[in-house]
Nanobody, 131 residues
């Protein structure tokens, strides 16, 4: 069992930056695919970004491309970060990280964009962007 601990959310003005962290509790994230999803009030959960288990590929939803960056620190229990720059009011949501332990031999962006691809989910961290 993997427990995910998210941190880094908060209140920021539009145009500002935040960095979210997703760390595993009790073990490393080595060879896990990790994704970030978000859910705004009254809306469905949506995919934001993902990094493949091999670290070879990263994926982003169109609305955050060029502003958000997902990365993994292999020196810190493979903690996964989501650097969010140029934040907009529409980025306001609860952000969730999720981990996939399956290590598929073949995968595409659509695999990591699907919530059902992930085995473990964090509790979420609130990001509020004021305009």
């Amino acid at each position: 069992q993997v427990q995910l601990v998210e941190s880094g959310g908060g209140l920021v003005q539009a145009g500002g930056s935040l960095r979210l962290s997703c760390a595993p509790s009790g073990r490393t994230f080595s060879n896990y695919g990790v994704g970030w999803f978000r859910q705004a009030p009254g809306k469905e959960r949506e995919f934001v970004a993902a990094i493949s288990w091999s670290d070879r590929n990263t994926y982003y939803t169109d609305s955050v491309k060029g502003r958000f960056t997902i990365s993994r620190d292999n020196n810190a229990k493979n903690t996964v970060y989501l650097q969010m720059n140029s934040l907009k009011a529409e980025d306001t949501a609860v952000y969730y990280c999720a981990a996939d332990s399956s290590r598929p031999l073949a995968y595409s962006s659509s695999y990591y964009k699907e919530g059902r691809s992930y085995d473990y989910w964090g509790q979420g961290t609130q990001v509020t962007v004021s305009s």
